[in-house]
Each structure stands twice: as structure tokens, then as C-alpha cells.
């Protein structure tokens, strides 16, 4: 083969980190096609390709050389990652067993052609979810079923609960990357793992004030708090929690309601009913993908007041991240509601920060954007919005004002370093 491939730093990097892809040994202005693969942990085949010109000695820089087409356009040095696309149709892209890396192959071919030409060169690079040191503890306390993952080094470290959305199980991968920036996180499950219930039928709080009280117990937690990251429906779980629960310091939600959704929540001699929802309403997009934004019911709405959650009763900040083009949640109208909310009683505003063109699943840097998927719960095809470029910036962007917030709120820093 006539060129080399290599990828900086080298070895193993954590997937939330950025890296440099350099092409040597090309001819002077040479033009070629670039192509990234891997396969998940279903067998699923996920693929991104761009095209080049290199420099007059025959070089191509990712970090200074715009790409003329393919999956993206313009200078982009991770679009090779953010913009692989699945061969199945609908496919979101996770990462299950975060003990284990994802290999992605980085192939370079001659020519513009669209199936690429001769292979000129090709190097595998290893995209790990914990970092060195970073240990993983599954958890089986009282009724908590969770993973906890901790930094390398004595401790004690800043903690935060993560919850995830309406599909269930445990997803463990945001919490795995956030412990690799000195944070000891609890990925939480709540429904559809192991001996929790299957269905998401009612939801008590007080399994949630477990979790909190066994991160606080925990000895490698610095107390006296912890921090909340929630998704979806695990958001309005993070708000419900805040304003109830003891212990919480800071709240971050990405893509949330302000209501109870999905299910009633209980706690003690208390019930906030589920906002409820209208499926009549959903809309049907080109491609056959499920609406669901408009299916809300209004929590402004008298008939809905009893769902919303009294964010009032919080004692810490809060931190809201809407896409713009959030297709699940009327994110942006939520976020605002909350705002208001907070100010009628004398609260500070909560932090907002809202990301053009991006869809509803905002996830840790250079994941691939999931526009749709099929909901693993209700097994149908549904549309999340965003666009691949702007959300994957977004995403970009988001991992680190998350961190920046609970570092500040849980730690006392104001800022973090970043290469990203």
C-alpha cells in the first residue's frame, strides 16, 4: 500500500476525545476518498466516507483539509466519526459493554469514484469508554440496580446520578465517559433490568432516594450532595427528584418535560399524576417515522397543572439542554415554563442553552446523531429531528457545559480544561 495512516494520539482513546488523521506518502494533490467503519455490538454495520485533495507534498491533514464531498463537506476533522451512518434502517448507535472498545476502520482509496477506488492505505483505531484507570462496580444495593463508576486515584469525587429516557435498562456509556473527567457517576436503571419491573406502570420516588442515599453512603463520593443528568424521560425523573428529594446540589436535563410523563410518580402520601398524551395526534413524516411532539397534553392546561413538577422546592441550580428540533418534547416551550416557574417564586432563572438544528438525543461527543430509531419499548420507528452537522457540534458543545455546570456546582471550579 502507498500511503500511511495514522491517528493522533496513538493507541487507545477514550470516544469522547477529538483525534488527528494524517495521510502520508500520497502524490502531490492527489485526490482520494477517505472511509470509516465499524460494526456494533448487534452486528450492525456503520460507515462514513469523504473526499480529499492532499497538499503539494503529497499530504492530507484532516485539521487543515476541507473535505469536497461524501457523507459531509468542509473541514470537519471527526466527521469521518459523527457522520457514520447505519446499513439498517432506523438504528440508533450505542455502546452496551463499555468494558469493551469499538474498532473503527480507517481506509483510504484512489480517486473520487463513489465506491472508491484502490485501497491505498488503512490503519484500525480503538475508541475506548473508560479511560485507563477508570474502574466499573455494578450495583446491587437494597433495591437499586445501577453501575457505578469511579475515577482513578483515592478520592473522594464529585457525584452525579444519570438517568436515561423511556426505552429502558441500563445505559452505561455517558457515565463511563464522565468518570474519565473525574466524576464518580451511578448509571441508574429503573425499569427493564433484571429483577426491576418490566413496564414503566407507576414510578416511586422512593427507589430514587435509595440510589441518592447510597452515593452519599459511598466513600469514594464527596458529599455533602450529588449532581442529576437526565434524558428524556429521565429528566423529568431528575426533576421530580430535585424538588423532593435531600442531597441534590445541581440538575442538568437534556431534551426534558416539566410534568410527570409516561406514568404516575409517587412518594410517600403523594401522587403527581402523568401528563398524558394523545396518540391521535402523532403526524407521519415522508419516510413513514412517527411525530410524537405534538401528542403532549399541555401542562398549562388546568386539566394538566396537577403533573407539573414543583421545581420551586429545589435547592440547587438547574441546567436545561434543548435542541431546536427536538421532535420528542417541545424542549424549548418545557425549558421556558420551568423558567418562569422558578422566577414566580423568587428563584433564580435556570441556565438554558438551546442548540440549532439538533434533534432529541444529545449524546457525548462524535456520536453519530440519531434522527430516528425504533423506541425499544413501543417497537415503532419514530422521528427524534436535528441535523447530522449542527447536532453533532451540538453535542460537542452540550458535553462540556455539563461538565463546566457540575464541576462549578459539585466541586467549586469555574471552568474545565478541554481539547475538544
Known amino acids: 500500500m502507498a500511503a500511511t495512516v495514522t491517528v ?10 477529538p483525534v488527528r488523521i494524517v495521510v502520508r506518502g500520497l502524490a502531490p494533490e492527489q485526490r482520494v476518498t477517505l472511509r470509516t467503519s465499524l460494526r456494533d455490538e448487534k452486528g450492525v ?3 462514513a466516507h469523504a473526499r480529499y ?10 485539521a487543515r483539509a476541507p473535505a469536497l464531498g461524501g457523507s459531509f463537506a468542509g473541514l470537519e476533522p471527526m466527521g469521518l466519526f459523527w457522520a457514520m ?9 450505542l455502546k452496551r459493554d463499555v468494558q469493551t472498545p469499538f474498532a473503527v476502520e480507517l481506509e483510504v482509496l484512489d480517486g473520487h469514484e463513489p465506491e472508491g477506488g484502490r485501497l491505498l492505505g488503512r490503519t484500525v483505531h480503538e475508541r475506548e469508554f473508560l479511560a485507563p484507570g477508570v474502574r466499573r462496580e ?7 440496580r445501577a453501575a457505578l463508576f469511579l475515577p482513578p486515584g483515592a478520592g473522594p469525587f464529585p457525584g452525579i446520578i444519570d438517568l436515561f429516557g423511556s426505552g429502558g435498562g441500563l445505559c452505561e456509556y455517558r457515565a463511563s465517559l464522565l468518570a474519565g473527567h ?35 453512603q459511598h466513600p469514594k463520593v464527596k458529599g455533602p450532595s450529588v449532581g442529576l443528568l437526565g434524558f428524556s424521560k429521565g429528566g423529568d425523573l431528575c426533576l421530580s427528584m430535585a424538588s423532593f428529594l435531600k442531597g441534590i446540589t445541581a440538575t442538568v436535563v437534556i431534551n426534558s418535560c416539566v410534568a410527570n410523563t409516561i406514568a404516575p410518580l409517587h412518594y410517600k402520601d403523594m401522587i403527581i399524576p402523568d401528563l398524558g398524551s394523545d396518540l391521535g395526534k402523532h403526524t407521519t413524516t415522508e419516510s413513514g417515522l412517527l411525530d410524537f411532539m405534538n401528542i403532549w397534553n399541555n401542562p398549562l392546561e388546568k386539566p394538566y397543572h396537577q403533573s407539573l413538577i414543583p421545581l420551586e422546592k429545589a ?12 421532535y420528542s418534547w417541545k424542549s424549548e416551550f418545557y425549558a421556558n415554563i420551568a423558567s418562569e416557574r422558578l422566577q414566580a417564586h423568587g428563584k433564580d432563572r435556570p441556565q438554558i442553552i438551546h442548540y440549532p438544528g439538533t434533534g432529541h438525543c444529545i449524546d457525548p461527543p462524535y456520536f453519530p446523531p440519531s434522527r430516528a430509531s425504533v423506541h425499544a419499548v413501543l ?4 422521528y427524534y429531528g436535528g441535523e447530522p452537522k449542527a447536532h453533532s457540534r451540538a453535542q460537542v458543545d452540550a458535553w462540556q457545559q455539563i461538565q463546566t455546570f457540575f464541576h462549578k456546582h459539585l466541586n467549586g471550579k469555574k471552568s474545565v480544561n478541554s481539547k475538544m
Open 85 to 93: 451512518e447505519p446499513e439498517k434502517p432506523f438504528w440508533r448507535f
Open 53 to 62: 485533495r492532499a497538499d503539494a507534498g503529497g499530504e492530507l491533514d484532516l
Open 138 to 144: 455494578p450495583v446491587r444495593a437494597g433495591r437499586v
Open 182 to 216: 473525574g466524576f464518580a457517576v451511578l448509571a441508574l436503571a429503573y425499569f427493564r433490568f433484571e429483577d426491576l419491573p418490566e413496564n414503566l406502570n407507576v414510578v416511586h420516588l422512593e427507589y430514587f432516594e435509595e440510589a441518592v442515599d447510597f452515593m452519599l
Open 315 to 326: 435547592q440547587g441550580p438547574f441546567l436545561f439542554i434543548v435542541g431546536m428540533d427536538d
Open 379 to 382: 417497537g415503532l420507528a419514530i
Open 8 to 17: 493522533e494520539p496513538a493507541g487507545r482513546c477514550r470516544w469522547d476525545e
Open 45 to 47: 454495520l456503520f460507515r
